[in-house]
């Protein structure tokens, strides 16, 4: 069969897969399919079952609505999962082997949370907004949160989630109210012995540390509440050790850089101190890759060996994501059990096998499992493989180079399946500043090698994988060290002959819009320029965003009215005045993260000294639209930033510079 490039409408012709949960008895796995109707423009999910002694699957929901997070009745027999089959989302059952779903919550403002089952399958734990009716939006409405507005959440006083129990049993059970707090609450875990209830509180009212997520209990009996560790730091995730005497979370304490790495902590829950099991560990654990395509969150809970001697970690090494067990007692031990120049992400283990996700450059997310040491693995589907065998992939290289303060930098560089070196080249800036890029999916760049493009993808100081004094360089010296490793990454490129220097082009999403706004307003070498959702200014956005004085006291190093200078020389608003590189703002109109009017500075401060310059508005979008939105904004995204590039860098006048 002939192969053809890749092109902006692939995008909706993958199917992705989100998220997998082994059953209880490890012999099937239900997972989460997403795909995209072009004719309805709608994305839809299913879930899906696998047999995985046989690799016999079937789809198991209809996927006519959004199916997901599945999760096992601990005697294996039902699936409790979300679904907008009925607009908002609600908690449905289903027996395994036969029967149809049935709705046990019918909440005017739907469910917030997946379904936590009690030990005995009897109850379920979940969240939802406590309110009956939604605030009317056309009304007056005062804030008093320090963080009143969130990315993706929008007013929290609307979308605040309480803790409820639902008895699956009783006749006509209602749930039963188990906060009231005004916090973000979520991922509850029942105790081993059903007594009681760990989740995650967060969206504190009264601080801008307000993603700063606290691990709370709740007694069943007595509805009783105490936090704990209070005031430890940031806690990304926590789970109840099998024996239910200890609680394994990561997270990073108070009083480290930000960018620092995070680890596994095991903690008492009657008190003491929590001890870190991953002090040695150059890179911690639950460190990410930055996709360009839909892919669920890291699972809410810590897996753990059958013996309960390890938890399961997720490692980032470079531009690599490998599993890894920690030993809970005695010495400090991790052994990486699945490696490889990939991205490994497990879902759920069992009593045998490992479940987990695995992509690279040129491959969309597949399931597979292990043996628990990592052993006999088996990839369970290839749902992308129709379209892999009918389009031409990129090249992969590897790049190893100099900073300029001689420290290493890696990158990698996407060549075109057509056409020859050196070949016009795009700049992909990751965001965060604290994530990176490697060996994960990501569509743009699939899409601008299709269309004759060289992608280069740099991961800069500031990036995780690497070790703290990489992650945490560029503190208070934003658009130093970040855009000098950069501009490395380019020379190496045009140097080894893959890049022409006279055919430039740069992008980015969030900090990564940042830096090519940055590039732009010091730089005169590129051609083209898109930046997506950036930060363009210190001291407004120490006012407006969501992240807001937390954040930018912690990358520049104090307040604005106390180091103006930094915040200054750090903007790229400051030199925005000489930018003579055309342009293409993309933003989302609900992004809280980075706001529109730090595009609309930008976007001014072009227009006022004559540089050529356009923005793409996104509806509706939070911060991330363009990656896991609705199908509209994705695909405007595409065309955009494939059209801006055709026209500037290769000079192609008929081709739409934006949709």
Same mark, same amino acid.
């Given at each position: 069969?002939?192969?053809?490039?890749?092109?902006?409408?692939?995008?909706?012709?993958?199917?992705?897969?989100?998220?997998?949960?082994?059953?209880?008895?490890?012999?099937?796995?239900?997972?989460?399919?997403?795909?995209?109707?072009?004719?309805?423009?709608?994305?839809?999910?299913?879930?899906?079952?696998?047999?995985?002694?046989?690799?016999?699957?079937?789809?198991?929901?209809?996927?006519?609505?959004?199916?997901?997070?599945?999760?096992?009745?601990?005697?294996?027999?039902?699936?409790?999962?979300?679904?907008?089959?009925?607009?908002?989302?609600?908690?449905?059952?289903?027996?395994?082997?036969?029967?149809?779903?049935?709705?046990?919550?019918?909440?005017?403002?739907?469910?917030?949370?997946?379904?936590?089952?009690?030990?005995?399958?009897?109850?379920?734990?979940?969240?939802?907004? $406590?309110?009956?009716?939604?605030?009317?939006?056309?009304?007056?409405?005062?804030?008093?949160?320090?963080?009143?507005?969130?990315?993706?959440?929008?007013?929290?006083?609307?979308?605040?989630?309480?803790?409820?129990?639902?008895?699956?049993?009783?006749?006509?059970?209602?749930?039963?109210?188990?906060?009231?707090?005004?916090?973000?609450?979520?991922?509850?875990?029942?105790?081993?012995?059903?007594?009681?209830?760990?989740?995650?509180?967060?969206?504190?009212?009264?601080?801008?540390?307000?993603?700063?997520?606290?691990?709370?209990?709740?007694?069943?009996?007595?509805?009783?509440?105490?936090?704990?560790?209070?005031?430890?730091?940031?806690?990304? #995730?926590? #789970?109840?050790?099998?024996?239910?005497?200890?609680?394994?979370?990561?997270?990073?304490?108070?009083?480290?850089?930000?960018?620092?790495?995070?680890?596994?902590?095991?903690?008492? $829950?009657?008190?003491? *101190?929590?001890?870190?099991?991953?002090?040695?560990?150059?890179?911690?654990?639950?460190?990410?890759?930055?996709?360009?395509?839909?892919?669920?969150?890291?699972?809410?809970?810590?897996?753990?060996?059958?013996?309960?001697?390890?938890?399961?970690?997720?490692?980032?090494?470079?531009?690599?994501?490998?599993?890894?067990?920690?030993?809970?007692?005695?010495?400090?031990?991790?052994?990486?059990?699945?490696?490889?120049?990939?991205?490994?992400?497990?879902?759920?283990?069992?009593?045998?096998?490992?479940?987990?996700?695995?992509?690279?450059?040129?491959?969309?997310?597949?399931?597979?499992?292990?043996?628990?040491?990592?052993?006999?693995?088996?990839?369970?589907?290839?749902?992308?493989?129709?379209?892999?065998?009918?389009?031409?992939?990129?090249?992969?290289?590897?790049?190893?180079?100099?900073?300029?303060?001689?420290?290493?930098?890696?990158?990698?560089?996407?060549?075109?399946?057509?056409?020859?070196?050196?070949?016009?080249?795009?700049?992909?800036?990751?965001?965060? $500043?604290?994530?990176?890029?490697?060996?994960?999916?990501?569509?743009?760049?699939?899409?601008?090698?299709?269309?004759?493009?060289?992608?280069?993808?740099?991961?800069?100081?500031?990036?995780?994988?690497?070790?703290?004094?990489?992650?945490?360089?560029?503190?208070? *010296?934003?658009?130093?060290?970040?855009?000098?490793?950069?501009?490395?990454?380019? *020379?190496?490129?045009?140097?080894?002959?893959?890049? *022409?220097?006279?055919?430039?082009?740069?992008?980015?999403? #969030?900090?990564?819009?940042?830096?090519?706004?940055?590039?732009?307003?010091?730089?005169?070498?590129?051609?083209?320029?898109?930046?997506?959702?950036?930060?363009?200014?210190?001291?407004?956005? =120490?006012?407006?965003?969501?992240?807001?004085?937390?954040?930018?006291?912690?990358?520049?190093?104090?307040?604005?009215?106390?180091? $103006?200078?930094?915040?200054?020389?750090?903007?790229?608003?400051?030199?925005?005045?000489?930018?003579?590189?055309?342009?293409?703002?993309?933003?989302?109109?609900?992004?809280?993260?980075?706001?529109?009017?730090?595009?609309?500075?930008?976007?001014?401060?072009?227009?006022?000294?004559?540089?050529?310059?356009?923005?793409?508005?996104?509806?509706?979008?939070?911060?991330?639209?363009?990656?896991?939105?609705?199908?509209?904004?994705?695909?405007?995204?595409?065309?955009?930033?494939?059209?801006?590039?055709?026209? =500037?860098?290769?000079?192609?006048?008929?081709?739409?510079?934006?949709?």
């Amino acid at each position: 069969m002939d192969k053809r490039l890749v092109e902006p409408a692939d995008l909706f012709r993958l199917k992705f897969i989100t998220e997998a949960e082994l059953s209880p008895d490890g012999e099937r796995a239900a997972y989460t399919v997403t795909h995209v109707d072009s004719e309805k423009d709608k994305e839809y999910s299913a879930i899906w079952m696998l047999t995985l002694a046989t690799g016999e699957m079937r789809q198991f929901t209809s996927g006519t609505a959004r199916d997901g997070s599945p999760r096992w009745s601990p005697d294996g027999k039902q699936i409790a999962f979300l679904s907008t089959r009925n607009e908002k989302p609600q908690l449905y059952v289903i027996p395994v082997d036969g029967g149809e779903a049935r709705a046990v919550t019918s909440l005017k403002q739907g469910v917030g949370s997946p379904a936590a089952w009690s030990p005995d399958g009897k109850q379920i734990a979940f969240t939802t907004v $406590p309110t009956e009716e939604p605030r009317d939006p056309g009304k007056p409405y005062r804030v008093t949160r320090h963080v009143y507005r969130v990315d993706g959440v929008n007013y929290v006083d609307d979308a605040a989630q309480s803790l409820y129990v639902l008895d699956l049993e009783a006749k006509d059970a209602k749930p039963r109210r188990l906060t009231d707090d005004k916090l973000m609450n979520s991922n509850p875990q029942w105790s081993p012995d059903g007594k009681s209830i760990l989740f995650a509180a967060a969206l504190e009212p009264d601080t801008h540390k307000a993603f700063f997520g606290k691990m709370k209990l709740v007694d069943l009996e007595s509805g009783a509440l105490r936090t704990l560790a209070e005031d430890w730091g940031s806690i990304n #995730s926590a #789970s109840w050790h099998p024996d239910g005497k200890r609680i394994v979370f990561t997270g990073t304490p108070h009083g480290k850089a930000i960018g620092s790495k995070t680890d596994m902590w095991v903690l008492d $829950p009657a008190g003491g *101190d929590p001890v870190c099991r991953t002090a040695g560990l150059k890179v911690g654990v639950d460190g990410g890759l930055q996709p360009d395509m839909p892919l669920g969150s890291p699972p809410p809970k810590i897996r753990f060996t059958p013996d309960g001697e390890w938890a399961y970690g997720r490692v980032q090494t470079g531009g690599t994501i490998h599993i890894y067990k920690v030993a809970l007692d005695g010495e400090e031990t991790c052994v990486p059990l699945v490696t490889g120049e990939r991205a490994v992400l497990l879902q759920s283990a069992g009593a045998d096998k490992l479940l987990f996700l695995v992509s690279d450059l040129n491959h969309p997310i597949d399931l597979y499992s292990a043996n628990l040491d990592g052993t006999n693995e088996r990839q369970l589907t290839c749902i992308n493989d129709e379209w892999l065998n009918s389009v031409k992939l990129p090249q992969v290289e590897r790049l190893l180079f100099p900073g300029s303060d001689g420290v290493q930098v890696e990158g990698w560089i996407l060549l075109p399946p057509e056409g020859e070196a050196p070949y016009p080249t795009t700049l992909n800036i990751h965001g965060g $500043p604290h994530s990176a890029f490697g060996h994960m999916f990501h569509f743009d760049s699939q899409m601008l090698c299709g269309a004759g493009y060289a992608v280069l993808m740099v991961n800069h100081r500031a990036s995780l994988g690497y070790g703290d004094e990489f992650s945490t360089a560029i503190k208070g *010296d934003w658009g130093n060290l970040d855009y000098h490793d950069l501009m490395a990454g380019v *020379d190496t490129a045009i140097a080894q002959g893959y890049a *022409d220097p006279d055919r430039l082009g740069v992008f980015g999403i #969030s900090g990564g819009g940042n830096l090519s706004c940055w590039i732009v307003a010091n730089n005169r070498r590129f051609k083209a320029a898109v930046p997506e959702n950036p930060v363009t200014n210190w001291v407004s956005m =120490y006012g407006v965003s969501d992240i807001s004085a937390w954040f930018a006291v912690e990358e520049m190093g104090g307040h604005p009215y106390e180091i $103006p200078e930094v915040y200054a020389r750090c903007s790229p608003i400051t030199n925005a005045h000489t930018c003579t590189t055309p342009t293409l703002l993309i933003q989302g109109e609900f992004d809280w993260r980075c706001p529109a009017e730090q595009s609309e500075q930008f976007y001014t401060m072009l227009k006022a000294h004559g540089c050529v310059v356009e923005m793409l508005r996104l509806p509706n979008s939070p911060h991330a639209g363009s990656i896991g939105g609705d199908p509209v904004i994705r695909r405007a995204q595409n065309e955009a930033l494939l059209g801006w590039m055709n026209r =500037y860098v290769l000079g192609k006048v008929d081709t739409p510079a934006a949709s």
